[in-house]
């Protein structure tokens, strides 16, 4: 086998290394346009996961790296002049420079053909030629931009600058600064990856070649806008060196920092469709890349090198193995891209926090890509999180969670909130003995608020025949037996109505039987903003007139009186998924070039009016949320600057707090999925419009409840599906968590379950691939 490598970076020197390992007759070349001794950047940090893949796959260079590693433990945020560190992380750098050296002397060892200083043949030439090529020639890859078409790739450029610098002396910690300047926020990412000389006098002034007292990476950044009216695109590359040095003067003591060709540059996302093509394969920031903040960018070129040579070395055939080592990787490194996402705009948006209590900004920060958490943080520094937790206000041995929250008249004894789902199991409206059983299930099973589905305010209103109202006495009657049975058998825990008018996406089937599919017969007509089916094949809805504005609005407030008689807790206005109120939001669905079409102001209009309505009528002592979708995800849509006009609008009009969802507007979105994915439209309209908000969707583990709730970036947890899962989900959370307290209350006939049962053991899994020496 030929094989062709073309980059001389980590990520294809370890390929090509591995797989000459692996089989010594293999032919091996790798390009590397710039000289040996020539790179970017200063510092490697690499995870003990990644550590010890290496150490298994080749132990040799494990070796080699093992003697150059800085380790250290902790991690330094330093905010208006407090510092707060949290021990237990785990790091380990070294030198990009002694990184490629060690490479670079494994490979020649190995018998790899190094090619320094000379351009790769174009990939069609080293095809004819070579049995596999390896993509590793970084982001701005040749070879993607020559197979574009096939590998589809997706460049996304970010709003922050930043500069890779250095500073000739060791952090003692990952430290973290943030400098609130006359221009704006600036922060500092520092970290050591060189130790002192063993001869070295800490009293001793910097003399010597670089690294003699030892080294740090340095990264300052900063948004766009801050870093022009800072003038820093007006400064050349020593004085903007020089200029970070002054800003950033305590944390280097007063010491210089040095730079490497280093530019002011903007962080690129790179994501790619495919990954491979016919004997190519990209690799490394060829293939993806993810932000500096969560240092994963050669640790991710690594794992990719350790994962292509195992799946040569397990398929049969060279095209196999790069479909297998896509399938393997792709989820892996999509999942790395979301947290490096959440990180790099929680970074872009570090003035939105930083009038947050120290100890809770200090845990936002640590906790911000999602991938380190409460639960996490607490078993690393168990002082640490403890503190956090007491300025807070947690009592001693009660989880966030576990924390009472008031919304007008209404306290609620924990964050978590049993979120509407729909059930589709109404008869002419009317709730049975499934909603009652299904609602008393989860009022018993500990969480502080329950809400019903969305319950429509008129026939013509329901999204399916199977949707419950509140259109009748009949109607309300049975709810009122629902409300009853909460109050009476789980006391403590709130009952919330969601009210809801379908407008376009109406008359459609069961949910099992074909989600939004048109009835086949038994319409009912259809009413909205604007006259726009929701996607070909659904009914054509009448637009809305004055008159007809008007009985809708009654028919919300008739409701309201219903549900108020029921004995509902809270009550929710439903202005979200593209139903009616929601469709007169979104310049999507709203097309009306009345007063209630055009502006964001107008589209609010009627939505206003309709709480505006309800309210009155809706007892003053109980609190009213309103549920958005807080973005379209589609061209054109609601976008979140949007989300936080609305949120301000419903606010001033007297709501108690925001429901924040996305989504589910027009059929042609494309939401972008992941764990809490919908958590950071939450954050942002809590800390903008300065309003409790309840975040929703993929929250599904108590740890996440508690990380969200402790860093600041909601009030309240509505879970669906989890409660779907485990009707008891809130207390089994509290016995996982050994927490017994007022937070959560076990019904006494259900009080010795109260202990969580023994689980067998599990094993670990084995190493991904393993070669001896």
Known sequence: MKVAVIGGGPGGLYAAALLKRLDPAREITVWERNAPDVTFGFGVVLSDETLGGIEHADPVVYAALQKEFVRWDDIDIVHRGVRHTSGGHGFAALGRKRLLEVLHERCRDLGVDLRFRTEAPHPDRLTATHDLVIAADGVHSTTRDAYAPVFRPHVAEHHCRYIWLAADFPFDAFRFEIAETEHGVMQLHGYPYARPSPDHHPSTRPSGPPNQFGASTVIVEMREEVWRAAGFAELEEQESVERCAKIFADALGGRPLRSNRSAWTTFRTVVNERWSHDRVV?????????????????????????????????????????????????????????????SLEWFENLDRYLGQPPRQFAFNLLTRSRRVTHDNL??????????????????????????????????????????PMDMYSAVDGVPGDFHLVHLGARALGGAALVMTEMVCVSAEGRITPGCAGLYTGRQGEAWRRITDFVHRQAPGTAIGVQLGHCGRKGSTRLMWEGMDEPLPEGNWPLV???????????????????????????????????????????LELHCAHGYLLSGFLSPLTNRRTDAYGGTLEKRLRFPLEVFDAVRAVWPEERPMTVRISATDWAEGGTTAADAVVVARAFAAHGADAIDVSTGQVVAEERPEFGRSYQTPFADRIRHEVRVPVIAVGAISSWDDVNSLILAGRTDLCALARPHLYDPHWTLHAAAEQGYDGPGVVWPAPYRAGSRRPQTGRTDAPKPRLTLGT
Do not use: W
């Open 528 to 570: 909205a903003a604007s006259p726009l089916p929701y996607k070909p094949g659904s009914q054509m809805p009448h637009q809305l007139s004055r008159a007809g504005l008007t009985d809708i609005r009654e028919q919300f407030t008739a409701a309201a009186c219903r549900a108020a008689r029921a004995g509902f807790d809270l």
């Open 282 to 342: 990209l690799l490394g920031d060829a293939a993806h890349t993810a932000h500096f903040s969560i240092g994963s960018g050669t640790k991710l070129a690594v794992e990719d090198a350790l994962a292509l040579a195992a799946c040569l070395r397990e398929q049969p055939t060279v095209q196999g193995a790069l479909a297998a080592y896509e399938e393997e990787r792709k989820p892996v490194v999509a999942s790395t891209q979301r947290a490096a996402r959440a």
């Open 378 to 419: 607490r078993l690393r520094d168990a002082r640490f999180t403890a503190s956090v937790e007491r300025e807070f206000g947690c009592p001693p041995g009660t989880p966030p969670m576990f924390t009472p929250f008031r919304l007008r008249g209404l306290t609620l004894r924990n964050r978590v909130v049993v979120s």
